[in-house]
């Protein structure tokens, strides 16, 4: 499956139909080098944050042409200057798999400081009436962000939030984003959000052949072994807040994505060298 174009096209149609009026806000944290949600979220004509550490000029870019309001910094769990360890993938540096946890597997010993904020102090900063959708991708640390929920009143929850799990190897490997450090922040996540109102949710896999799983949190006994394949990679869950989506209509935009022959092989070779 091609993670982010679909799950890029699948908040296309979602966003539209939570919020038609376009009322709240889109949060894109963690925005890195390519896969601009920042960017369609602005397209589709809602206001739009983008919250990233190390901006890339052509991030800039884009949001002086889209009026998006970008914030240079960390969300964490304090508001203080926190150490990004600055991140590398296969002996190259890059700066996607940049982290504030020391043990991510895309985490170097290089450092370099840089601003962070809770998610409360965020939205109070932004004085956000509302919020649509709260897309995370932070290497690791998004368990951090979304224990935070708690501390929202219930009109700044936001209607979506897709955040990312695994990494850098599969699932049964229990290595680099499927350790079980990892794999406990996933679930933790899971859980807040299934305390917090949160049900229909899809699952979008990066694994040879994958399809999109559609579950409902609620109820879910939160058993990983029924969530995520045996051979999971990584990939993003959207989890909708008092709002269902057409199952059929979501199929049928992931249809577009699946993988061909050529990319299914390509991904077999890179899970059998993490392994």
Request: net charge negative; aromatic share 10%; hydrophobic share 40%.
């Amino acid at each position: 499956m091609h993670v982010e174009t679909c799950c890029q096209a699948l908040l296309d149609q979602i966003l539209l139909a939570i919020d038609k009026e376009k009322t709240g806000i889109c949060i894109d944290v963690g925005v890195g080098t390519f896969a601009f949600y920042c960017e369609r979220f602005a397209r589709l004509g809602f206001q739009t944050i983008a919250v990233e550490p190390l901006p890339s000029q052509k991030l800039r870019k884009v949001c002086q042409s889209h009026q998006i309001h970008l914030i240079e910094c960390c969300l964490s769990d304090t508001n203080d200057i926190q150490k990004l360890h600055i991140g590398t993938f296969a002996g190259f540096s890059n700066r996607n798999f940049s982290s504030l946890d020391p043990n991510w597997f895309g985490a170097s010993n290089n450092t370099k400081p840089v601003q962070s904020m809770t998610l409360p102090n965020l939205l109070d900063r932004l004085a956000a009436p509302k919020i649509t959708c709260l897309k995370l991708d932070i290497e690791g640390w998004e368990s951090v962000v979304i224990k935070q929920l708690p501390e929202l009143p219930d009109s700044l929850l936001p209607k979506v939030i897709m955040f990312e799990y695994g990494g850098g190897a599969n699932r049964q490997s229990r290595k680099a984003g499927w350790s079980s450090q990892f794999v406990s922040a996933t679930k933790e996540c899971l859980s807040v959000l299934k305390d917090w109102g949160y049900g229909f949710s899809v699952i979008i896999d990066f694994a040879p052949d994958a399809k999109e799983l559609i579950f409902d949190l609620q109820a879910s006994d939160l058993n990983l072994n029924t969530i995520f394949q045996a051979n999971s990679i990584y990939g993003n869950i959207i989890c909708c807040r008092h709002f269902r989506y057409e199952e059929a209509e979501i199929s049928k935009i992931c249809a577009s994505y699946y993988d061909g022959l050529l990319s299914r092989l390509v991904k077999a070779l890179l899970s059998n060298v993490s392994n």
